[in-house]
C-alpha cells in the first residue's frame, strides 16, 4: 500500500465509522473534522514523513469510540497503525474519572509517536472547546478540562517541539477567554 493509498483509505474508514457522531460543542460539529484536525497536524508536525501516524491520526478514536477492533485495524492497514491506535485507546470498562487519571499516568509510558498523537487530540479538543463549548459546561468545568489536558501534555513532551508549542499557544489563549 502506498502512504497515499493507506491516509487516503484511513480517512474513509474514518469517515464511515464515525458516520452520524457530533462533537460535544455547541456548534455539534461532525465528528470527522476532530480526526482531519488530528491528521493534519500530524502531517504537518512530521513534515509529511509518517504516513502511518498520519493513518493512525485519522482512526485514533475508532477503538474507543465505534467499537472497531485491535485485529480489524492491523487487517486494514498495518500492525503499526494498530498498535498506534490501541497505545491512544481508554480502557471504557473504568469509569471516566479512572480514564482521566490513568491519561496522566500512562503518558510517559507512550511511545514517541503515540505521544504525538496524544498532543495533537488534545490541541483539536481545547480549538473546539474555545471554539464552541458545550452548553451545559460551565467556565469552572472549562479550566477543569484545561488542568487536566496540561498534565497529560506535560507527560508526553518531549516528542515534538512544533506541536507542544502550538498546544501551549492554544492553552493559553484558552486560558485568556476563559
Ligand atoms: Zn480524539
Same mark, same amino acid.
Given at each position: ?90 480502557? $471504557?470498562?473504568?469509569? =471516566? ?6 491519561? @496522566?499516568?500512562?503518558? +510517559? *509510558?507512550?511511545?514517541? #509517536? %503515540? /505521544?504525538?498523537? $496524544?498532543?495533537?487530540? =488534545? ?6 472547546? @474555545?471554539?464552541?463549548? +458545550? *452548553?451545559?459546561?460551565? #467556565? %469552572? /468545568? ?22 507542544? #508549542? ?13
Amino acid at each position: 500500500m502506498t502512504d497515499l493509498v493507506l491516509v487516503s483509505r484511513a480517512a474513509d474508514f474514518a469517515a464511515r465509522s464515525h458516520a452520524g457522531q457530533r462533537r460535544k460543542g455547541a456548534a455539534k460539529e461532525p465528528y470527522v473534522n476532530h480526526l482531519a484536525e488530528v491528521a493534519e497536524l500530524l502531517a504537518v508536525a512530521t513534515d509529511g514523513s509518517d504516513a502511518a501516524l498520519v493513518a493512525a491520526g485519522w482512526l485514533h478514536d475508532t477503538i474507543e469510540d465505534c467499537g472497531t477492533t485491535r485485529d480489524e485495524l492491523t487487517d486494514q492497514f498495518s500492525a503499526d497503525v494498530a498498535s498506534l491506535v490501541a497505545e491512544c485507546t481508554d480502557d $471504557k470498562t473504568l469509569a =471516566k474519572a479512572e480514564r482521566k487519571l490513568l491519561q @496522566i499516568a500512562h503518558a +510517559p *509510558d507512550l511511545t514517541g #509517536r %503515540a /505521544r504525538m498523537i $496524544k498532543i495533537a487530540d =488534545k490541541i483539536s479538543n481545547l480549538r473546539s472547546l @474555545i471554539f464552541s463549548p +458545550p *452548553d451545559d459546561w460551565e #467556565r %469552572a /468545568r472549562l479550566i477543569d478540562y484545561l488542568d487536566w489536558s496540561d498534565k497529560v501534555v506535560a507527560g508526553c513532551r518531549g516528542v515534538s517541539p512544533s506541536l507542544e #508549542r502550538i498546544y501551549d499557544e492554544t492553552a493559553s489563549s484558552g486560558r485568556a477567554v476563559l
